[in-house]
């Protein structure tokens, strides 16, 4: 790799904030762009896991802060972005990572449409895709004033196709694609081509939420876990460092001509039939 190229997807300089950043997939996200250079902010609801996070990041020799918020509550959202700015100056990069679902949502297989729990589906809807939202108005504030930033959204499978049984998070995370979309030409018809928004949609990855459902304590595969590795080509889950190499080249200058866009990650799931 020539420094031409190196430089192209250095985010050397720029300061990412990753809502959710505590997660599994966050965390992996978080460490990939403090490897590229970026100065991190791991922004989540448990904020002594954040700052456990960025202490690790700024042992190894990056820059890295842990802040403490909820994505569905503005003031706290407010009051970080103002800490960041503070301690960093400027936010180039954010990457929405924060979501997740819940029981009510998720239609059981005793149980039909008649049973969905309202309120949980609403939450779910809430916390993901105002989830999205909500951080996207706070933190790109400071892009649109300098004409130059990048919002990266997490979507995911679902919204391309439905997945049976989560009705709440699969209206969600459609949600998402769409305002990826709305949201990337809003930003360039307004604030110019500086300032880009796309997606990324994770396959099947283990993830603490998840593992009960798509494993056994063996560790062997539950037959929804098995379904999903059957419509995936490459026939296993998703590891977490997978989804870096996508999430620094759509955050770097390498992507200098792409928004609006949601790229899967997903061992080919999206493009199979299952024929």
């Known amino acids: 790799m020539n420094l031409q190229t190196n430089q192209l997807f250095s985010l050397a300089g720029k300061t990412a904030v990753v809502t959710g950043g505590t997660g599994v997939l966050g965390q992996a996200m978080v460490k990939g762009l403090s490897a590229a250079g970026a100065s991190v902010v791991i922004l989540g609801r448990r904020k002594d896991a954040a700052e456990d996070i960025a202490r690790e990041l700024r042992a190894a020799g990056g820059k890295a ?18 800490h960041v700015i503070k301690e960093f100056g400027t936010i180039d990069i954010l990457v929405n990572a924060a979501g997740g679902n819940m029981a009510g949502a998720v239609i059981a297989p005793d149980k039909n449409f008649f049973d969905l729990d309202i309120d949980a589906f609403q939450q779910v809807v809430d916390l993901n895709l105002l989830g999205t939202v909500l951080p996207s108005q706070v933190f790109s504030k400071d892009m649109a004033a300098r004409r130059k930033g990048v919002v990266i959204n997490i979507a995911s499978m679902s919204s391309f196709r439905p997945i049976t049984r989560v009705v709440g998070y699969s209206a969600a995370k459609a949600g998402i694609d769409n305002f990826t979309q709305w949201l990337a030409v809003e930003m360039a018809r307004k604030f110019g081509e500086g300032l880009r928004v796309n997606a990324i949609s994770p396959g099947f990855f283990i993830t603490e939420q998840n593992r009960s459902l798509l494993t056994n304590p063996d560790s062997t595969y ?21 989804l870096i190499g996508t999430l620094v080249w759509l955050c770097s200058d390498a992507a200098a001509f792409v928004t ?12 199979f039939c299952g024929v």
């Open 222 to 242: 539950t037959a929804r876990g098995q379904a999903a590795i059957n419509q995936t080509p490459f026939g296993r889950f998703g590891r977490p460092e997978e």
């Open 65 to 82: 802060l842990g802040v403490g918020a909820d994505v569905l509550q503005r003031d706290q959202l407010d009051a970080a972005y103002e």
């Open 260 to 271: 609006g866009v949601n790229v899967p990650v997903d061992g080919g799931f999206n493009a």
